[in-house]
C-alpha cells in the first residue's frame, strides 16, 4: 500500500507500511501465589491465547514453596518455579525462567471476559511493531472510584513524568502487560510498587509504550483504590535521580501527599452510585493540582 501524495510540510514520510509482523516466541509469566482455585483457568487462557497467536510459546507459573498452586498448574499445562515472597520476586523469577523474546505477565487470579484473551490483546501489537511493551487499559464491573489516579498517579505523574500519562492509560496499576525481553529489568521492588517501577523503567527504556483497550474482567481483590506512601516514595526517589525534581520538590512532596489523602477521604464521603464517581474523581484531581501549586511544585 502505497501512501498518497503529501504537502511539502510532511517531509521524509516512508513510500509504504513501516511495520511488519515478525515471527517472535512469546512466555506467559502468571503471578500465582496463593492462588489455587483460580490459577488452572488463568493457565488455560493463556494457552489458549498463544495458540490464537500461532507463535511459539510457554506459560510459566510462579508460585511460593508451601503452595498447591503448583499441582493445579502443572495439570493445566503450564510449566512451575518458586520464588519468595512478594510481587517483585515472583516477576524477577518468572521471566529469570522463561525463553520467549516476548514476556507477557498475567495475575493468577484474574478472569477475563473478553475476546480475544488477554495475552494475544497484550502480545500482537509487539508481534506487529506498533509496540514493545504494553499496559492493559482495563474496564471493570462495578465502577470503582479511582483514587489511585486521579489523587496520586495522573498529578504527580502529569507534573514530573508528563510523557508517560498517554502511555500508560486510565489503569497503570494494572498487572497484565507485555514487553519484549530486553525491556525487563534485572530488579524490581519486593513489594506491590513493583508494577509501579516497571513502569518508570519502561517509560525511559520502551520506544513504543502503548496502553491497549481491555474488556470486562474481575478478580477477588478489590481494584487499587488508594496510593501508598510506597508508591510515593518510589515515585520521589526515582524523579530524583533522573533529574525530574530537586532536593526541595522532593522534600515539599510528602506534605502534598498527606494533604491529599487527607482530603480525599472526605470528599469521598458517602459516594457510593457509580454515576457520581467521575464527578468526585475529577474533584479529587483538581485538588491534587491545587496542592500542587500550594507546596511550590
Known sequence: MRRPD?????????????TVRRPRSVSVVVTAHGLEPTAGV???DALRGLEELGVPGEVVVVVGRADRTAQVALTAGASVVESRPGRGAAVLAGVAASRGDVVCLLDGDV???GDPPLVPLLVEPILGGL????????YWR???PRLWLHGFFAPLIGRVYPELLPRAGSTPWSGQRAALRALWPAELPDGATADLALLLHWNREAALLRPVLADDWTAPGRPRLEPSRADLDLVVADALAHGRIDETGAKALPDWFEAVQ???GERWGDVVDPVDFA???RDVLEEALRELRAHGL
Not at 510540510?9 to 513510500?15: C, L, N, S, Y
Request: aromatic share 6%.
Open 42 to 44: 488463568v493457565v488455560e
Open 6 to 18: 503529501t504537502t511539502d510540510a510532511v517531509v521524509d514520510v516512508a513510500p509504504s507500511r513501516r
Open 111 to 113: 478472569r477475563y471476559f
Open 279 to 281: 464527578a468526585a474523581e
Open 131 to 138: 509496540a514493545d511493551a504494553c499496559v492493559s487499559d482495563l
Open 262 to 264: 487527607s482530603g480525599a
Open 142 to 144: 462495578p465502577p470503582h
